[in-house]
T-cell receptor, first 116, second 110 residues
């Protein structure tokens, strides 16, 4: 099956610094990638949709200047949390879409961000 | 009102029991319905998907969609301890964007 990786798997940073999270599709080309965040014991909330070579589209309430998304190639999307604050601490998960069918969306293992 | 409602549980059953997990939703435009399994600190794994109403079976798992009631279910037969995980329902909002339920934590006791 299709594999999506994320790096790092966990990161701790100080308040005010920026953190970059990578999402890679390892054995397929992803036309679209999605970024979610998940708080403890809560559901996944879609943050943004990332298409290769174009600007990401953000969901309502998500600050695009705080969560910078770059989709540089068909196998790599990055999420940068800028000027991180403790309330940004969360589990960030990416997913990648293959042939365009909804069910062919594969999720990465997630990145746990803790901001101190 | 949330678009998708799912009882967070926790749900604990003995090994071998039949498990029933459910979600309700409010948006009648939803057409794709998915069930994901998520282990602790891992990404979700697609278990089953259904398009529109009806039933779908895959091994010990059966997914049901009743669009008239805006209600979907996942049944697990002959449950195993390895089935212990959080189960998330999800629906496509459009443009492949998914809306997830809160997830139900399930424990199968040996």
């Amino acid at each position: 099956g299709a594999v999506v990786s994320q790096h790092p798997s966990w990161v701790i940073c100080k308040s005010g610094t920026s953190v970059k999270i990578e999402c890679r599709s390892l054995d397929f080309q992803a036309t679209t990638m999605f970024w979610y965040r998940q708080f403890p014991k809560q559901s996944l909330m879609l943050m943004a949709t990332s298409n290769e070579g174009s600007k990401a589209t953000y969901e309502q309430g998500v600050e695009k200047d705080k969560f910078l998304i770059n989709h540089a190639s068909l196998t790599l999307s990055t999420l940068t949390v800028t000027s991180a604050h403790p309330e940004d601490s969360s589990f960030y998960i990416c997913s990648a879409n293959t042939a365009g069918e909804t069910y062919e969306q594969y999720f990465g293992p997630g990145t746990r961000l803790t901001v101190t | 009102q949330k678009e998708v409602e799912q009882d967070p549980g926790p749900l604990s059953v003995p090994e071998g029991a039949i498990v029933s997990l459910n979600c309700t939703y409010s948006n009648s435009a939803f057409q794709y319905f998915m069930w994901y399994r998520q282990y602790s600190r891992k990404g979700p794994e697609l278990l089953m998907y259904t398009y529109s109403s009806g039933n779908k079976e895959d091994g010990r798992f059966t997914a049901q969609v009743d669009k008239s009631s805006k209600y979907i279910s996942l049944f697990i037969r002959d449950s195993q301890p390895s089935d212990s995980a959080t189960y998330l329902c999800a629906m496509e909002r459009g443009a492949q964007k998914l809306v997830f339920g809160q997830g139900t934590r399930l424990t199968i006791n040996p």
